[in-house]
């Protein structure tokens, strides 16, 4: 019998190093990523002023729907991808048109991590779905009620800021979609339903245009650049970015980067917009970021299913 001889030390450091690289350049992308999901709400924001939420909607889904369409899925759907396609772009319909409708009255800052609050309802939604939570996602769902009630409690008599409570209807609708496309992805492509469901934001969101209580378009440079950077870069190249990234990067690195979009949104706009921030709002923030942090960190890879 001919035995086959082991791979040489040289070829096996030559394999680590190569996974090394490949796990270094997909985390710097998720990084880049990240960063361009953080920037868009102050792009969106100023996009509010030449036309109505839902407009904006359908043009920015309808846009990257295709490309992912003709990218991703090489222009054809599988039948088995229709529904759930159908379902996941209903959800994620209801929380992009909650989170850009609060954009009007909230600032992108605020509307950043009140979204990222999604991420601490993940765990507790699927608590009811018949699992056990674990400390380190009750110890970051605290943290982040507690930030929650900092940012959207108002100071006096104060009326609740409504743009604040709309983005957490969008962070309610998010976590939805993040707990049903943990189901389906396990039996279907990413490739295959990722397109579907985005066009199925986009098509809702312009069949929804007739209804709305005012629609407008103003066509502006603003306007044209905040379409292509959130439809191209934020949707499409992003998305697209996030499924060949995370083929190379543990969850856990995956999720913990996630968690810097709210600090990313801060950062650009305290630059872009000069937003300027009160004591209780700082705290607010921190709070959530590290109840977001500890989810993803101590929360464990995945609930735990409730025996018995």
Same mark, same amino acid.
């Given at each position: 019998?001919?035995?086959?001889?082991?791979?040489?030390?040289?070829? #096996?450091?030559?394999?680590?190093?190569?996974?090394?690289?490949?796990?270094?350049?997909?985390? /710097?992308?998720?990084?880049?990523?990240?960063?361009?999901?953080?920037?868009?709400?102050?792009?969106?924001?100023?996009?509010?002023?030449?036309?109505?939420?839902?407009?904006?909607?359908?043009?920015?889904?309808?846009?990257?729907?295709?490309?992912?369409? /003709?990218?991703?899925?090489?222009?054809?759907?599988?039948?088995?991808?229709?529904?759930?396609?159908?379902?996941?772009?209903?959800?994620?319909?209801?929380?992009?048109?909650?989170?850009?409708?609060? /954009?009007?009255?909230?600032?992108?800052?605020?509307?950043?991590?009140?979204?990222?609050?999604?991420?601490?309802?993940?765990?507790?939604?699927?608590?009811?779905?018949?699992?056990?939570?674990?400390?380190?996602?009750?110890?970051?769902?605290?943290?982040?009620?507690?930030?929650?009630?900092?940012?959207?409690?108002?100071?006096?008599?104060?009326?609740?800021?409504?743009?604040?409570?709309?983005?957490?209807?969008?962070?309610?609708?998010?976590?939805?979609?993040?707990?049903?496309?943990?189901?389906?992805?396990?039996?279907?492509?990413?490739?295959?339903?990722?397109?579907?469901?985005?066009?199925?934001?986009?098509?809702?969101?312009?069949?929804?245009?007739?209804?709305?209580?005012?629609?407008?378009?103003?066509?502006?440079?603003? /306007?044209?650049?905040?379409?292509?950077?959130?439809?191209?870069?934020?949707?499409?190249?992003?998305?697209?970015?996030?499924?060949?990234? #995370?083929?190379?990067?543990?969850?856990?690195?995956?999720?913990?980067?996630?968690?810097?979009?709210?600090?990313?949104?801060?950062?650009?706009?305290?630059?872009?917009?000069?937003?300027?921030?009160?004591?209780?709002?700082?705290?607010?923030?921190?709070?959530?970021?590290?109840?977001?942090?500890?989810?993803?960190?101590?929360?464990?890879?995945?609930?735990?299913?409730?025996?018995?």
């Amino acid at each position: 019998m001919i035995g086959v001889s082991p791979a040489s030390p040289h070829a #096996q450091n030559n394999k680590r190093l190569s996974d090394l690289s490949k796990r270094t350049k997909a985390e /710097l992308l998720l990084v880049v990523a990240t960063f361009i999901w953080g920037a868009t709400f102050v792009i969106v924001k100023g996009a509010l002023s030449d036309t109505s939420p839902l407009l904006f909607i359908a043009l920015r889904f309808l846009l990257a729907g295709l490309l992912m369409w /003709l990218v991703m899925a090489r222009g054809r759907i599988e039948h088995r991808a229709v529904l759930p396609s159908l379902l996941l772009g209903i959800v994620l319909f209801a929380g992009f048109a909650f989170q850009t409708w609060g /954009l009007l009255y909230t600032t992108p800052s605020r509307s950043a991590f009140v979204t990222g609050f999604s991420v601490i309802l993940v765990p507790l939604i699927s608590h009811f779905s018949g699992y056990r939570l674990g400390r380190g996602n009750a110890v970051a769902a605290a943290l982040g009620l507690a930030g929650l009630y900092f940012l959207v409690m108002p100071s006096g008599m104060g009326a609740v800021n409504r743009g604040d409570l709309l983005t957490l209807l969008g962070a309610i609708s998010f976590a939805f979609h993040i707990v049903l496309l943990g189901v389906w992805s396990r039996r279907i492509s990413f490739m295959q339903f990722a397109p579907g469901q985005i066009m199925v934001v986009g098509m809702i969101a312009i069949l929804a245009v007739p209804f709305a209580p005012a629609v407008a378009l103003h066509w502006t440079g603003g /306007l044209v650049f905040a379409i292509v950077v959130t439809a191209v870069f934020a949707t499409a190249f992003a998305f697209s970015a996030q499924v060949w990234a #995370q083929r190379y990067t543990p969850p856990a690195h995956t999720a913990l980067i996630f968690s810097l979009e709210p600090v990313f949104a801060l950062l650009t706009s305290l630059v872009v917009t000069g937003e300027h921030l009160g004591g209780k709002e700082v705290l607010g923030f921190a709070l959530i970021l590290t109840g977001m942090v500890v989810s993803e960190r101590w929360g464990g890879p995945a609930p735990a299913p409730v025996e018995g």
